[in-house]
């Protein structure tokens, strides 16, 4: 599918001046998700256990199988309030939108739905 690249960053503290950048501002919609290949550990673990895993459904990670995480604006939004410490921490910078799970990033890239069909821009 290739859908999302990990890039395995190993970083201590990303910057938070960072973490809600123009990406994010210039392509966010109601209808808009993201999705990114996380492997299937760290895709089950970001829907049942991060932290917005408690939140109603419309702002946590869905695991869609396949080691593939699919977020929308509202979960985005979520997982933006995540400490840089925590798994799920998103930054938006120009290394591009990522999720981070550990030390490694990967990279969360968009998506449109269609009359229910995701279509790849």
């Known amino acids: 599918m ?4 990990c890039q395995a960053v190993s970083h201590r503290s990303p910057s938070s ?3 809600v950048g123009p990406i994010l501002r210039s392509v966010t919609g109601p209808r808009t998700t993201w999705r990114a290949d ?3 550990d760290n895709a089950r673990w ?4 991060c932290r917005t895993a408690r939140l109603a459904g419309e702002y946590r990670p869905r695991d869609l199988g396949g080691g ?3 977020v929308n604006a509202l ?3 979520a997982l933006r309030e995540l400490g ?5 921490f998103i930054t938006d910078d120009g290394d591009g939108l990522r999720i981070w799970v550990g030390d490694d990033a990967y990279e969360l890239e ?3 739905l269609y009359g229910g069909t995701v279509h790849h821009p």
């Open 84 to 88: 840089e410490e925590e798994d799920g």
């Open 68 to 70: 593939y995480v699919e």
């Open 75 to 77: 979960a985005l939004g």
């Open 110 to 112: 968009r998506s449109e």
């Open 38 to 40: 996380v492997g299937e």
């Open 2 to 5: 290739g859908v999302a690249r």
């Open 46 to 49: 970001l829907a049942t256990e």
């Open 17 to 19: 001046a960072c973490v």
